[in-house]
């Protein structure tokens, strides 16, 4: 096989996962709301319902053939928007070590395109109030702060 110069962006193995809950547990904000991270088994517990869900992908942002970025896409049907079909766009994580260099950008406008590809209408996503280089870099994709957004712990 031969070995691939740029990124890829490819849905998530199983093989994958201890790579993705590195990523996930670099984000101090992520970890100091959730607590201490879940066992290595648990993360693939969890992967193995996201994957088993025609609904969600999970997906790796691979670079020389490492794990460099995840994202997960969930695909929701809605009687609300005049019944069409929106992608959620959750755990976005790149490499702290890789930021900056344009990964991030690639890999959201390859995730806007599979959810076009997917007959997405619409593309959400939601980012903590503290993110302010998060909210910076969405802006600059075209995404908009249009709505207030709640949430209730149980």
Partial sequence: MEQQDGPVLRRARRDDVAAIAA?????????????PPPSLEEYEGWFDLIDAC??????????????????QLTFIP????????????????VDEALRGRGRGSWMMR????????????????TTD??????????????????????????
């Fill in 54 to 71: 025609p609904a969600n992908e999970l997906l790796v942002l691979e670079l020389a053939g490492r794990v460099a970025g995840t994202a």
């Fill in 110 to 125: 390859e995730i806007l395109e599979r959810a076009r590809a997917r007959g997405c209408t619409l593309v959400q996503l």
């Fill in 129 to 154: 109030k503290r993110r302010t280089d998060a909210h910076r870099f969405y802006q600059r994709l075209g995404f908009a702060a249009t709505h207030e957004g709640m949430k209730l712990y149980l």
């Fill in 23 to 35: 990523l996930i547990n670099q984000d101090a904000i992520s970890v100091a709301r959730n607590g």
């Fill in 78 to 93: 809605g009687l609300g928007r005049r019944t069409r079909l929106r992608c959620l766009v959750e755990a976005v994580r």
